[in-house]
């Protein structure tokens, strides 16, 4: 008769097969696998679920599972990021998005998204920083242009020309905007 049981030890996988040992080693995502049936991605996708159905809380704790397992998944923290914007924890926003920045520098959204957290601090100069690198990384990104300019607006900055470039870009609301604003 064969017994099999196994011991997890760092990322080192023991068997026991009638007291014969039997070492292999694993990575430790397949480790989280196959002992756990759950993959980063399968937390992830969940999370994405649980913010359409609006169970907030639930999508964070599904997200930071999905970082648990893989640290370095950018996604997870934007999306845990925007969980936190729309339940009105900004400065949570801000630490996620900012590790999303970390993970993949050259994608706009994430810059965008931190400075709409920014904006929504009032801390407009932070906003403004983030936007114009969204848009250095995206030079037709209308939204970040419409937000850089608000919070140009807000700080009493030139902002005429932002709006002027979000309407060019068909960012229609820039255009009433810039019309009454910038005469």
Same mark, same amino acid.
């Given at each position: 008769?064969?017994?099999?049981?196994?011991?997890?030890?760092?990322?080192?996988?023991?068997?026991?097969?009638?007291?014969?040992?039997?070492?292999?080693?694993?990575?430790?995502?397949?480790?989280?696998?196959?002992?756990?049936?759950?993959?980063?991605?399968?937390?992830?996708?969940?999370?994405?679920?649980?913010?359409?159905?609006?169970?907030?809380? !639930?999508? @964070?704790?599904?997200?930071?599972?999905? *970082?648990?397992?893989? %640290? $370095? &998944?950018? #996604? =997870? /923290?934007?999306? +845990?990021?925007?969980?936190?914007?729309?339940?009105?924890?900004?400065?949570?926003?801000?630490?996620?998005?900012?590790?999303?920045?970390?993970?993949?520098?050259?994608?706009?959204?994430?810059?965008?998204?931190?400075?709409?957290?920014?904006?929504?601090?009032?801390?407009?100069? !932070?906003? @403004?920083?983030?936007?114009?690198?969204? *848009?250095?990384?995206? %030079? $037709? &990104?209308? #939204? =970040? /242009?419409?937000? +850089?300019?608000?919070?140009?607006?807000?700080?009493?900055?030139?902002?005429?020309?932002?709006?002027?470039?979000?309407?060019?870009?068909?960012?229609?609301?820039?255009?009433?905007?810039?019309?009454?604003?910038?005469?």
């Amino acid at each position: 008769m064969f017994i099999l049981t196994f011991a997890v030890i760092g990322s080192f996988v023991f068997f026991y097969l009638s007291g014969m040992k039997i070492r292999l080693l694993f990575l430790s995502v397949f480790i989280s696998v196959s002992l756990f049936g759950q993959t980063a991605e399968e937390y992830h996708n969940r999370g994405d679920e649980y913010k359409e159905l609006e169970k907030y809380y !639930e999508a @964070i704790a599904e997200y930071s599972k999905a *970082i648990k397992l893989k %640290p $370095d &998944y950018a #996604e =997870a /923290y934007e999306n +845990r990021g925007i969980v936190y914007f729309k339940l009105e924890n900004f400065n949570e926003a801000i630490v996620d998005f900012s590790m999303a920045i970390r993970i993949k520098p050259n994608e706009a959204i994430k810059y965008f998204n931190r400075g709409i957290a920014y904006y929504s601090l009032k801390n407009y100069k !932070e906003a @403004i920083n983030d936007c114009s690198s969204a *848009i250095k990384i995206d %030079p $037709d &990104y209308a #939204e =970040a /242009y419409f937000i +850089r300019g608000i919070a140009k607006q807000n700080s009493e900055l030139p902002y005429c020309s932002d709006y002027e470039k979000a309407c060019l870009l068909g960012f229609q609301k820039c255009c009433q905007w810039h019309a009454e604003d910038c005469k």
